[in-house]
């Protein structure tokens, strides 16, 4: 399965970007789509997850700024991102888990997509 992500760039403080990305292979279902983040130096964390049903999760640093949603049919996960600031400047990956050919468990990343907050 691989994952095709788009959307990034460089925005002013304040501003908005939606970040996209496309799961395409032999999938069979998918439970859970996200977002994570890497910040030059610093570990690889979670920003937002949806899972199967539309139940979400936010770090405490997005909550309130970004929103993640899913269109099941295009097997594709966005996050929205509004109220931009410095801080979140990292390169933004998607990652998807569910099953492949039938039932074979898969956890797959994308790219990866650099966003900078920068005036």
């Given at each position: 399965?691989?994952?095709?992500?788009?959307?990034?760039?460089?925005?002013?403080?304040?501003?908005?970007?939606?970040?996209?990305?496309?799961?395409?292979?032999?999938?069979s279902y998918i439970n859970t789509m996200g977002w994570y983040r890497q910040a030059p130096g610093k570990q690889r964390d979670?920003?937002?997850?949806?899972?199967?049903?539309?139940?979400?999760?936010?770090?405490?640093s997005v909550k309130g700024r970004f929103t993640i949603s899913r269109d099941n049919a295009?097997?594709?996960v966005y996050l929205q991102m509004n109220s931009l600031k410095p801080?979140?400047?990292?390169?933004?990956?998607?990652?998807t888990v569910g099953l492949r050919n039938g039932l074979i468990p898969f956890n797959s990343w994308g790219q990866g997509t650099q966003v900078t907050v920068s005036s």
């Open positions: 399965v691989q994952l095709q992500a788009s959307g990034g760039g460089l925005v002013q403080p304040g501003g908005s970007l939606r970040l996209s990305c496309a799961a395409s292979g032999t999938i979670m920003v937002a997850t949806i899972i199967t049903g539309g139940s979400t999760i936010y770090a405490d295009k097997n594709t801080e979140d400047t990292a390169v933004y990956y998607c990652t």
